[in-house]
């Protein structure tokens, strides 16, 4: 099975849901570590069902057209915690700001201040978001099975966002030294 096939199960472990509702809540409670796509979503809950491992919940009205709604079966149950017992595969960690940082001797340091402002703002964001999912969830009593995981995987983002607004400030900074040592050459190439 694919990871994507065990977010839907740990997602219908909670409760009912369907692709719709599984792709706001990866988008909203996963963004800063996981992305699904529609396109594996739907095909996948199709799977999930033909295999036994999830079943579609039978229509709440006779009215208009409702979206099918999954719930996870008891082997669903079981491969989601065989799933969760097995080593965690190799971590896959793809950021382009590094790759552009790598290279960007070939380019003037305004094009990557520019990038590193883009990215400074994108995980200053990321951080507010999570700072109020954690202050969301303190609010309300622990009642949830996982609330306490929730938590430690908010702590985690929270600590790689900070982490990336601190190198994002320190690179910013060299690439300003850069930008002025580089004007600074130019001038002088530009007296007679």
């Known amino acids: 099975m694919r990871q994507t096939d065990y977010v839907i199960l740990g997602l219908l472990a909670e409760r009912p849901l369907s692709g719709y509702q599984i792709k706001k809540i990866v988008d909203i409670r996963f963004k800063f570590f996981w992305s699904e796509s529609f396109g594996q979503i739907f095909p996948a809950l199709k799977s999930l069902a033909v295999e036994g491992l999830a079943e579609e919940c039978p229509p709440e009205s006779d009215g208009a057209r409702a979206a099918k709604t999954y719930r996870i079966t008891p082997a ?36 990557m201040l520019a990038h590193l402002k883009a990215f400074e703002e994108s995980h200053a964001r990321q951080l ?45 900074l060299y690439f300003e030294q850069k930008r002025l040592a580089f004007s600074g050459n130019r001038s002088k190439e530009s007296i007679p």
């Open 76 to 111: 669903g149950r079981a491969a989601l915690v065989g799933w969760l017992a097995q080593p965690v595969e190799k971590e896959s960690f793809r950021l382009e700001i590094l790759l552009k940082t790598y290279f960007s001797n070939y380019a003037a340091p305004e094009a």
């Open 128 to 172: 507010h978001i999570l700072n109020q999912f954690q202050a969301e969830l303190e609010r309300i009593p622990d009642e949830d099975e996982n609330h306490r995981e929730i938590l430690r995987a908010i702590d985690f983002g929270q600590k790689a966002n900070r982490a990336y607004l601190d190198w994002c400030r320190e690179t910013q």
